[in-house]
């Protein structure tokens, strides 16, 4: 009971599912997707066996039609059930069952299904097809703009509850886990509002990517560049206090004081134990080598 959309970005070859129910936990559930290979949502009375069943499929280069077709077969409860499914060639395929409960039914596009069913109005999968057409920005952001507008044509007859989003890379890379296939994997299990939650949470991932992209520089001595990173970190969570305090650092190690003693007091207001990871930064290589500097720059705060 539940909405959503599987899509295939035609410029980069990232596969997404993204979905919202009111439902406990629907990401475990719902969201399938496999780089290289396609991205699945099953729901209604859902059968998650649709969601590996498919990937594994699709994997053999059976098309996403035929993958559907194969697995629709082979299950007696498939008029219960409502499965999208997106392939490496952006072929998508998708089936309603004729007992999903109503409002149930779903639109394709060029690369992309939109399903919903236990809607309050018929209009919901229109008008997320529309939604994610009309968007700007990558895949991940599309796909939340389409469950935004059914959110705001009545969404889930019952209310909201959960939501998740899942984006992997076109091409498999070996590596399983973010920043490699996984681009990604945000679920919000029990919210009153868990779109609004999951948008915050996809700014934060954001965020944080270009703190792994700080990390990176620095661990191969390029301050610049790390100094840039974490300021577009910063531009994104101005309020995030890891954000602040490794950027305080960074200024410092580039003979920045007083700029980075400005930011870490307002971060020792949070707690004081970020001074004392700062003691221990020079010892690992990660902060300037000077007692006197380490001392003034962990001063408690006037």
């Known amino acids: 009971m539940t909405y959503s959309i599987v899509a295939r970005d035609p410029q980069t070859g990232q596969f997404g599912v993204a979905v919202q129910s009111h439902y ?9 997707a496999m780089a290289g290979v396609g991205a699945v949502a099953t729901q209604s009375l859902v059968e998650p066996a649709y969601g590996p069943g498919g990937l594994r499929l699709m994997a053999a280069d059976r098309s996403a039609p035929e993958a559907l077709a194969e697995l629709l077969a082979a299950d007696e409860g498939s008029r219960v059930r409502q499965v999208a499914m997106v392939d490496a060639r952006g072929v998508v395929a998708v089936h309603t069952g004729e007992k999903c409960i109503p409002a149930a039914g779903h639109v394709t596009g060029d690369g992309f299904s939109c399903q919903a069913n236990m809607m309050l109005n018929d209009t919901v999968w229109a008008a997320m097809g529309a939604a994610y057409v009309a968007a700007r920005g990558d895949l991940a952001a599309r796909l939340l703009a389409a469950l935004l507008a059914a959110e705001g044509e009545g969404g889930d007859i019952r209310g909201r509850q959960s939501a998740a989003l899942l984006v992997v890379s076109g091409i498999d890379t070996g590596k399983p886990w973010p920043t490699g296939d996984v ?8 919210h009153p509002d868990p779109l609004g939650e999951l948008g915050r949470l996809l700014d934060l991932q954001r965020a944080y990517d270009h703190a792994e992209e700080f990390d990176r520089r620095e661990e191969a001595g390029d301050t610049e560049g790390a100094l840039k990173a974490i300021l577009a970190a910063e531009q994104i969570a101005p309020d995030n206090l890891e954000i602040r305090f490794w950027k305080a650092v960074t200024l410092a190690t580039k003979g920045r004081e007083d700029e980075a003693r400005a930011i870490l007091v307002g971060v020792y207001r949070n707690g004081a134990d970020w ?17 006197e500097l380490i001392a003034r720059l962990t001063a408690p705060p006037d």
């Open 275 to 291: 001074a004392e990871l700062l003691r221990r930064l020079p010892g690992v290589g990660l902060a300037p080598d000077d007692p």
């Open 24 to 32: 406990f936990s629907v990401g475990p559930i719902v969201p399938w």
């Open 183 to 190: 681009i990604v994997e945000l679920r919000v299990e029990d």
